[in-house]
């Protein structure tokens, strides 16, 4: 099995042997680099308004677990990305902090819905229903992407950063890698070779990896499978 996956993996490495090894889609990714935010510049995320530093800090982090979310349910399609398994592993090793950020969002709902009104109850029930507006505010922020295959590959790497961050630190991430994720979004593409949105994989092949291809000592058999 071992010398399966070394051919099929030198077959890949073939057929990429130009592009870097974190480079799903591209030659040469656009850069993304943006400056560490706050939580209140414009076209950011989902508006705060009146929000404390604490509570602009709280939504910065629960902007990030819902792109990551986002970003596991659409990039699936690309299994190299861990999409999934970084998500789950974010959410299982920052959950402290990831609920902190809950609570906190959902006091600052209360407070605003309190200011409007003198009843306690009604204030109440009018926090939950703005917090429930500002989730769906940002997952649909973050569901209308320009470049599918961009904004895949940068979730991917900041999910990366998120599982190694130590815990508690989890909005450090979000401050200065939430420009980055954003910048994401847009309809760029290939930056080697202009007019290209991506790398054509389509027609990259493997070998077969059914057991009658292959011999005990484990060689490829061509006689029983055709060409390797």
Same mark, same amino acid.
């Given at each position: ?9 030198l ?12 480079a799903?889609? =591209? =030659? ?7 400056? &560490?935010?706050?939580?209140?510049e414009?076209?950011?995320?989902t508006?705060l ?10 939504g ?10 986002i970003a ?7 299994p ?5 398994p ?6 299982l090793d920052?959950q ?5 950020s809950?609570?906190t969002?959902s006091? !600052? ?5 309190n ?7 009604k204030?109440?029930?009018?926090g939950?229903?703005g ?5 769906t505010?940002l !997952?649909?922020m973050f ?5 599918? !295959?961009l904004?895949?590959?940068t979730a991917a790497?900041?999910g ?7 815990r508690g ?5 979000a ?5 980055e994720?954003?910048?994401g979004?847009?309809?760029?593409g290939e930056?080697a070779?202009?007019?290209?949105r991506?790398l ?8 077969r990896?059914? &057991?009658r291809?292959?011999t005990k000592?484990?060689?490829?058999? !061509?006689r029983a499978?055709g060409?390797f």
């Amino acid at each position: 099995m071992v010398a399966r996956f070394i051919c099929g993996l030198l077959a890949m490495m073939t057929a990429i042997t130009a592009a870097p090894a974190s480079a799903q889609f =591209f =030659f040469k990714s656009p850069d993304l680099a943006g400056a &560490p935010v706050v939580g209140n510049e414009p076209g950011l995320t989902t508006p705060l308004p009146g929000a404390t530093p604490v509570e602009l800090r709280a939504g910065l982090v629960w902007s990030l677990r819902a792109a990551l979310n986002i970003a596991a349910l659409r990039c699936q399609f690309e299994p190299t990305l861990l999409s999934v398994p970084k998500y789950n592993a974010m959410l299982l090793d920052h959950q402290a902090e990831l609920k902190e950020s809950l609570d906190t969002l959902s006091k !600052y709902f209360n407070r605003m819905a309190n200011a409007k009104t003198k009843a306690k109850a009604k204030s109440s029930r009018s926090g939950v229903a703005g917090l429930d507006q500002y989730g769906t505010r940002l !997952y649909s922020m973050f569901s209308n992407v320009g470049s599918q !295959y961009l904004f895949c590959q940068t979730a991917a790497d900041i999910g990366y950063a998120a599982i190694i961050a130590p815990r508690g630190k989890l909005y450090v991430v979000a401050e200065t890698r939430m420009r980055e994720l954003r910048n994401g979004m847009q309809l760029l593409g290939e930056q080697a070779f202009g007019g290209r949105r991506a790398l054509d994989m389509s027609r990259t092949r493997f070998p077969r990896f059914d &057991p009658r291809c292959w011999t005990k000592q484990n060689y490829y058999d !061509y006689r029983a499978c055709g060409p390797f």
